[in-house]
């Protein structure tokens, strides 16, 4: 069943940029699941969707960097998105996938891996229906959070991924948080 | 038809860089009033070509530059002018000035004109100098008077000496000529034909009395005759009306070359505003490399054995059946020996000699050994050894920081070098030179060499030392890679090494390489510089730590050992230390300081791979040894982050990724670590 | 269609001229220096020799006087190409048996203008 949901989206991503003439100033957003909650990326910064793979664990790295993959011979960091926001990890199964993403950064454009716990749809939004995020409620950050779009089956929380996929703000950020590490501070030193 | 030379453009700019890089050398092997023909005409000939391309292609400013530094040249040729060392400098000075001319003009930018304005007049005073007598040949304006009204044509007398087909010229191509401009008639005057027994069949023995109507200008006409003019008596008269016109001319006077030249330069013009339309901007500089067509012969080669290789697989593939088997085997066998081959081919395109590093050195050691007041030989070895054009660029700062170094801290003034009982001349050796499939590149001086009392002084102030240890002389001088200590002020009174090399360490790192310091006190010092030969593969071993794969470069591996219970001591504040070949050798628990799940932590149960870079060993502990395999480096840096003792990463033949240890800098961790 | 070896130590001008004749029409065989364009004109003929004045290893005054030694090139067209506009060094080549000469700087036009005056 999730295969055919992805073939749909590779459709859809397909002519995306078709499609996002044809709608002028409407928003094309890939929703996700995540933890029950719903979170949507803007489409454009979508490259691929791919069903998890085993990767290659990085030494010392954050917890919620699960390691680098091959994606047609570059080497791509693959971040587990549950982690990155402090929620519980769970078992990869096959619904378990990695939205591959352009990511933009002071040092130019990197390609990042994020694995959800599953692809939802692709959402169209006015860019009139995009309510500013809460200041509380989440699981998440709220600086990672863009903007809010309710749909019928609840709320869609919109993310920054230029923001939420910083390697330099995730590494600033795991440096504070784990001083434990006895390989961090060796290599580090 | 019209012809973009805009094409050329290219050639040309790359050419003429070269062109000055031979000139620099030139005139820095050039010995101040020495008489070297053939230097000179190597340096003149560079300069000619430069003048005569940038005229072609339209850079105007170029030409006169060069111009100005042919002539003064043209005249130390011709032995009118003295090589005076001032007249180098100031040819040097221009040499780097034509070189930023150049450089703008294929950027498209402005140059300093007022450099370029300052340098032309110092050359011209050069000539001066030395060059009242000779005139300049510049015409002066023309005393004959210009025909005011064209005449309606010309008669012309022309008697060709015996030999004028001697050099190629017929004269019937010349009537051709003449008859394109205007209606010509031809009369022929025989009577200087011999007899038939007595003619040679090579010479002219014809003479010819030509009439050319139509309005042709004088200068014309003398163009058409002027490669003949001292092969033949010729008479040009005007067919005027007045009789009073009648204009004999010999054949040319200093005064109508002017003219003519006027004449070319209008034409010129009006061609040029032409072809600037069509050039439009300077063409982007985009980066490329001169390879010699034997290197593309070999890959063809290559690639047409891949072919045939190729076609036997498909051909095998057709209906297969067990009994083939072994065909297959031979053919994959081929295919592995091809893919080899060409990939080796490939990268060796990429690789270009040293030398275009080393050339820089004359110059510099020549201005810097000038300013300081000490007399250095430089001594150049193995400048063709070639090495991988990304290292080739990268490798020239650090070299001349390492240069400069010997030059500035290395040598002793001469009066010091005698008392030493040295020669007055100090050595600067650059050496470079391939060995088991690295590259080495060599830095040598015969100065006062490191001071190692006084590094060992400051290594325990900085406490980078324990007192009452015992030092190896490599342990004391590696001290000046150290960035705390390799700071001028701290060092260079003591040491006689300057600044930053700290810095030229970690670009030699970078690079993939290591770097070495070897020194005598009183003899000198070398450093050595080991670099791989390519940056986009190495030869690895694979070696597994729990469930994750690694790979060692090859190079680095010294052996591999099985440890057996006993032999492994805790040394206080080293750690865990194998007593192996007569030294202590550190061991690295790689899982440990990967933080590695499900690893060997039993130290007799695993192996010890011993490896070495920067001159140290350390030993790292590592569950098994997997295969060895050729790995193309892929960066970890592009998406993600530099990666503490990673230095890159690979795709397995599996497709998965595996991480490549950085041997340096493990070994870096250990010793700030202990 | 002729034959024309061209003989210049500038990879630009070699490739120009090269170019140049072979957009009309000619057969091109060049030589960058005088001395290796001398080796191939010993196992050729030629139609109208180019060449520079000022080269390596064999200037083109010594290869204009080698080729005319040569019995396939006593008569052969040949002209240099030469930056210098004063009659004493035009006549340098003229003296060791050049046919003409042709100025630099010049354009694709000239050049050709030039050869198919001595071709014919």
């Not at chain 1, 402090?86 to 990197?110: F, N, P």
């Not at chain 2, 008489?35 to 850079?59: L, Y």
């Not at chain 2, 007022?114 to 040949?137: G, I, T």
């Not at chain 2, 163009?223 to 003949?228: M, S, Y």
Request: aromatic content about 4%; overall charge negative.
């Amino acid at each position: 069943m999730m295969e055919t949901k992805n073939t749909e989206l590779a459709t859809t991503l397909g002519t995306r940029s078709l499609k996002r003439d044809i709608l002028a100033e409407g928003l094309q957003y890939l929703t996700f699941n995540l933890a029950g909650e719903e979170y949507g990326i803007d489409i454009l910064k979508v490259q691929e969707i791919r069903g998890w793979m085993p990767v290659t664990k990085v030494p010392n790295a954050p917890v919620f960097v699960r390691g680098v993959m091959n994606l047609r011979g570059a080497i791509v960091p693959v971040i587990d998105l549950r982690l990155r926001f402090g929620l519980e990890a769970v078992e990869y199964t096959k619904i378990t996938v990695v939205i591959v993403v352009t990511v933009q950064s002071d040092s130019g454009s990197r390609i990042i891996g994020m694995v959800v716990d599953g692809v939802s749809d692709v959402l169209n939004v006015n860019a009139t229906d995009i309510k500013p995020s809460p200041d509380f409620g989440t699981a998440v950050h709220t600086e990672f959070i863009s903007g809010l779009v309710t749909i019928e089956a609840g709320m869609v929380m919109l993310l920054d991924v230029d923001r939420l996929l910083s390697i330099d703000e995730m590494f600033a950020l795991e440096a504070v948080r784990t001083t434990e590490s006895r390989g961090v501070a060796m290599l580090a030193a | 038809m019209a012809i973009d030379i805009g094409q050329f453009v290219q050639t040309f700019f790359e050419e003429s860089l070269e062109g000055l890089d031979i000139m620099e050398a030139g005139l820095l092997a050039l010995p101040p009033g020495a008489v070297d023909m053939e230097q000179i005409n190597t340096i003149f000939r560079a300069v000619h070509s430069i003048k005569g391309g940038s005229g072609t292609f339209g850079f105007q400013d170029l030409t006169a530059f060069a111009h100005v530094m042919e002539t003064l040249l043209d005249r130390m040729r011709q032995g009118q002018m003295d090589v005076t060392s001032e007249a180098v400098n100031t040819l040097l000075e221009s040499v780097d000035c034509l070189r930023e001319m150049l450089v703008a003009a294929r950027a498209g930018a402005a140059v300093d004109n007022d450099r370029v304005e300052h340098l032309r007049e110092r050359l011209h005073l050069l000539l001066n100098q030395v060059n009242v007598a000779v005139s300049e040949h510049t015409a002066s304006p023309s005393p004959v008077s210009p025909t005011t009204t064209p005449p309606t044509g010309w008669r012309i007398n022309f008697q060709p000496h015996s030999d004028l087909m001697h050099n190629g010229n017929d004269p019937v191509r010349l009537f051709r000529e003449l008859s394109t401009l205007g209606e010509l008639t031809v009369r022929c005057d025989p009577r200087q034909l011999p007899h038939l027994a007595k003619l040679k069949p090579e010479d002219c023995y014809l003479s010819w009395e030509l009439e050319l109507q139509g309005t042709v200008s004088h200068e014309e006409l003398v163009e058409v005759f002027a490669w003949v003019e001292d092969d033949c008596d010729l008479r040009i008269e005007a067919l005027a009306k007045e009789p009073t016109a009648s204009n004999p001319v010999v054949a040319r006077t200093p005064g109508e070359e002017g003219q003519q030249g006027e004449l070319l330069l209008e034409r010129r013009k009006s061609e040029d505003r032409r072809q600037s339309d069509r050039r439009g901007p300077a063409p982007a500089d985009t980066a490329s490399i001169r390879v010699g067509i034997d290197k593309v012969d070999a890959v063809i080669n290559l690639v047409g054995e891949l072919v045939t290789t190729q076609s036997m697989l498909s051909v095998l593939g057709v209906d297969f059946d067990m009994s083939r088997l072994d065909k297959l085997h031979e053919a994959l066998d081929q295919l592995d020996r091809n893919t080899r081959d060409l990939q080796e081919h490939v990268m060796r395109i990429r690789m270009m000699p040293v030398s275009s590093v080393f050339s820089r050195f004359p110059r510099m050691v020549h201005d810097i050994s000038g300013k300081l007041g000490k007399q250095v030989e430089l001594r150049i070895n193995g400048e063709q050894t070639e090495l991988d054009k990304t290292v080739i660029e990268k490798i020239g700062d650090p070299l001349v920081h390492l240069v400069r170094n010997s030059l500035d801290h290395g040598l002793e003034p001469p009066a010091e070098r005698l008392e030493q009982g040295k020669p007055e001349t100090g050595a600067i050796m650059l050496n470079a030179y391939h060995k088991s499939g690295s590259i080495f590149i060599e830095v040598g001086d015969d100065g006062r060499g490191l001071n190692r009392d006084a590094l060992l002084r400051k290594g325990l102030d900085a406490g980078l030392l324990k007192p009452g240890e015992d030092y190896s002389d490599e342990q004391i001088h590696d001290l000046i890679f150290h960035p705390g200590l390799s700071t001028a002020a701290q060092i260079s009174d003591v040491s006689g090494r300057g600044v930053g090399m700290d810095v030229v360490r970690r670009n030699i790192q970078d690079l993939g390489g290591s770097i070495q310091i070897g020194s005598q006190r009183g003899q000198g010092t070398q450093i050595t510089i080991c670099l791989p030969l390519t940056l986009a593969i190495l030869d690895g071993q694979l070696v597994s730590i729990g469930q994750d794969c690694y790979i060692i470069p090859l190079l680095s591996i010294v052996e591999s050992v099985q440890l057996r219970a006993g032999s492994v001591n805790r040394v206080a504040g080293r750690g865990e230390v194998l007593r192996f070949r007569g030294q202590h050798l550190p061991i690295l628990r790689l899982y440990q300081m990967f933080g590695a799940e499900g690893a060997v932590t039993d130290l007799e149960k695993g192996l010890l791979v011993v490896v070495e870079a920067d001159g140290r060993q350390v030993g790292l502990f590592v569950d098994d040894l997997q295969g060895q395999q050729q790995v193309s480096i892929k960066s970890m840096e592009k998406n993600f982050r530099r990666v503490p003792g990673v230095s890159g990463a690979t795709i397995l033949g599996d497709g998965r990724v595996g991480l490549i240890l950085d041997i340096s800098g493990l070994i870096r961790v250990n010793n700030a670590v202990t | 269609m002729a034959k024309i070896l061209v003989a210049d130590d500038s990879a630009s001008m070699r490739q120009m001229v090269e170019f140049t004749l072979k957009e009309a029409g000619h057969q091109v065989v060049v030589a960058e220096d005088g001395q290796a364009a001398l080796n191939l004109a010993r196992g050729m003929t030629a139609d109208l020799v180019i060449t520079d004045v000022n080269m390596p290893n064999m200037d083109g005054i010594t290869l204009i006087r080698e080729l005319r030694a040569l019995p396939a090139f006593k008569f052969t067209p040949i002209l240099t190409l030469t930056t210098e506009s004063t009659t004493e060094k035009k006549m340098e080549g003229k003296d060791a048996g050049a046919t003409g000469w042709i100025v630099k700087p010049f354009n694709p036009e000239k050049l050709l203008m030039t050869v198919n005056k001595v071709l014919g």
